[in-house]
Structures are given as C-alpha cells and as structure tokens.
C-alpha cells in the first residue's frame, strides 16, 4: 500500500475495493459529485452517483459527466423539465435519450423525437409514451421511418385518419396495420376486394363481418392466403361445401372442408341470404404455392 494512503480519505484509497466501500458510507454530496464525475473506476463512479439526491448536484451531472453511465442514472433523477428537454435534444447517447422519454410528459416534444430523433429506439419509445390522438396523426401521416408510422398507426383511434394511411400511405406494412385499426365495414370490404397487396386484403379480410362480401372474396380472390382467411370467416355451410369441391387450392379445400364440418358440429345454419354460385371461380385462378414467411423487422419488397 502506498504510504499517501494513510494521509488521504478512504474514498481516494489506491485500492479501489476500499474506494468502493468507503463511497458507500459517504453522504457530503460535493465529494459524492467528485467522485462521480473522476474516479478511475465506472463502478465506483455509479456507486457514488446512485447516492446522489441533491437536485443541484444531479442537474450538473447530468450536463458535465463524461461517462454515460452517470448521466443515464442521473436523468432518471433529475426534475427539471426545461434540462430534461434540452438533454432529449443534446444528450449524444441513445440510452440517456430514451432514459428521458420515459420521464417527460410534453406530448409536442414527445412528438417531434418520434420523428427526429437519430436513433431508431428512441423514436420508438417516443411513440410508446405519445398520447395525443392529433400528434400520433401527424407522426402516423408524416414520419419518414415507416417503423414508426406503423407503431402510430396502432395507437391510433381517428377512423377517418386511418382510412386515409390505408388507402394512400407509401408502406404496404402501414397501410396493413391501418386496416386492422379500421372498423367501417364499407371501406373494409372496398379494400378486401380491390386493394392491390394480398397481405392488405388479407387484413381487410380479418376484420370483415359481412359474410356475402367474405363469400364473394373466398370465390374470387387471386391469391391463395386471401381466400383461405375468408373461408376461415364463413357461416355458410352451402358456400364452404362448394368451395371445398372447387377451390384449385388444396390448403382453401382443407380449410373449406374443415370449417363446414366444425360449423355442423356446432349446429351452425346455412345462411340463405347468400347464394352458392359454382360460377363464379375465375377457372385461371393459380393454386399458389406453400406463403413464406419474412422476419417481422422487415418490409420487404415494399415502399418505405
């Protein structure tokens, strides 16, 4: 041991194990802030800075500490909103960013980072903590990360603000999660019908509860998967039977055949109001091949 350790305090021990221990006794907030700010070691330097409760002390830290680690734990401290803000805005670490996103309440700035923000989980978080129904419509209309329009769109309650990402966004992942948001049964039968992705009309489907319109898409639609969750959706015994004779695909069959047993199981009734037409199969409907699958991050093929 070195002979200046017995002239100094325990806190500026060469050992840093004694170092540690002593900071842990230590409660002179000025000596704590020190430490935090110049000890050699991170642990030593967090241990001090979790002591800290001065608002003063934890706002100075929070501007000047070099190490990130202090200014995370010292942010989740802090109560100044106008230091809070600029620290969102400044702050060069993503993790010190969203520390601060999860403590403010201002929905506009809360807003302007879901948009702005260099890092990816920290716009996304921002989403999380927006609450504002006209904010999430704009980020919803106007962010330029499709992944984070998509996250606003599930927040979103203005049916007339989601008809119009449906219908018009540039992301086929967006204009998907705005249909399963939609609950105008008018637009979701327009969009079943005649949107040009599968995976939007699929959705559409998914939310559709007009059994002539999820008779007339498990009839006509192109694609496999399109017809085979509106077969999932049908209560009409006569339409899946036919179908289950007809379809060119085995998985709408399948599907067809099974729905239309566990439907007379159940004591399910033929729905009259819905005529089976054997016609109506365009004969150049393609079988279609087993549907891949693609990671849930990606948006593959599609404009973002």
């Known amino acids: 041991m070195p002979l200046v350790d017995f002239f100094r305090p325990k806190w500026q021990h060469s050992d840093k194990k004694i170092r540690l221990l002593a900071v842990k006794e230590l409660s002179d907030q000025k000596i704590l802030v020190r430490v935090a700010k110049t000890d050699p070691d991170w642990r030593i330097r967090l241990a001090a800075a979790d002591l800290i409760d001065d608002q003063k002390a934890i706002a100075e830290l929070c501007k000047q500490a070099e190490d990130w680690r202090i200014r995370f734990t010292c942010v989740k401290k802090l109560e100044d909103n106008e ?5 969102l805005e400044n702050d060069p670490d993503k993790d010190v960013r969203e520390a601060v996103v999860a403590k403010i309440e201002n929905q506009e700035l809360l807003a302007t980072t879901a948009k702005d923000d260099a890092n990816e989980h920290v716009r996304k978080a921002a989403v999380v903590h927006l609450e504002d129904e006209k904010l999430l419509c704009d980020v919803a209309k106007t962010a330029s990360d499709w992944l984070i329009r998509e996250s606003a769109v599930k927040k979103l309650e203005d049916q007339d603000v989601l008809a119009e990402i449906a219908k018009s966004d540039t992301s086929l992942s967006v204009r998907e999660a705005a249909v399963g948001m939609l609950e105008d049964q008018k637009l979701l039968a327009e969009i079943a019908k005649s949107d040009v992705d599968e995976d939007v009309r699929e959705a559409a489907v998914e939310r559709l509860q007009d059994q002539s319109i999820l008779a007339e898409v498990a009839r006509k639609d192109s694609k496999v998967w399109v017809r085979k969750a509106a077969v999932d959706k049908l209560n009409n015994r006569l339409v899946l039977t036919e179908i289950a004779k007809v379809d060119l695909s085995q998985h709408v069959r399948k599907a067809a055949l099974k729905r239309a047993r566990r439907l007379a199981e159940n ?16 004969p150049s409907m393609p079988a279609g091949p087993t ?3 693609t990671p849930s991050g990606d948006d ?3 404009s973002r």
Do not use: C, F, M
């Open 83 to 87: 230091l809070l803000a600029e620290i």
């Open 267 to 282: 004591g399910g009734q033929y729905l009259s109001s819905i005529p089976a037409d054997k016609h109506s199969l365009t």
């Open 291 to 293: 549907r891949s699958v």
């Open 300 to 302: 593959p093929n599609k």
